[in-house]
């Protein structure tokens, strides 16, 4: 079991920046990838960024490349979502989720077994 909660989100102005956590409780937790979606109003919850167990690979959409930081710290069993340059378009429920496995992540949200409650950011024009 891994329980999995999110915070940092809030309003944040066009241009600025917002550090997301995801805490987790678990045993698994260092075992597994992990991954930051984020569904905006209307459409669907889409991948962001994904990290290995170690942090030694990560992924990210096309969207936030060269924005977003996904980092991870298995002592603090926390995984992070570094966000600049924010943009309207970033305005998002953004959730973390558990990958079943550790060397390998999925862009599918369909594969992830275990996800937080969201936090919302609202990025102002």
């Known amino acids: 079991q891994v329980q999995l909660v999110e915070s940092g989100g809030g309003l944040v102005q066009a241009g600025g920046s917002l550090r997301l956590s995801c805490a987790a409780s678990?045993?698994?937790?260092?075992?597994?990838?992990l991954a930051w979606f984020r569904q905006a109003p209307g459409k669907e919850r889409e991948f962001v960024a994904a990290?290995?167990?170690?942090?030694?690979?990560?992924t990210y959409a096309d969207s936030v490349t060269g924005r977003f930081t996904i980092s991870r710290d298995n002592a603090k069993t926390t995984v992070y979502l570094q966000m600049n340059s924010l943009k309207p378009e970033d305005t998002a429920v953004y959730y973390c989720?558990?990958?079943?496995?550790?060397?390998?992540?999925?862009?599918?949200?369909?594969?992830?077994?275990?996800w937080g409650q969201g936090t919302q950011v609202t990025v102002s024009s």
């Open positions: 989720a558990a990958y079943p496995y550790g060397r390998r992540y999925s862009t599918s949200q369909d594969t992830y077994d275990y």
């Open positions: 678990g045993r698994t937790f260092s075992n597994r990838a």
């Open positions: 990290i290995t167990w170690n942090g030694a690979r990560t």
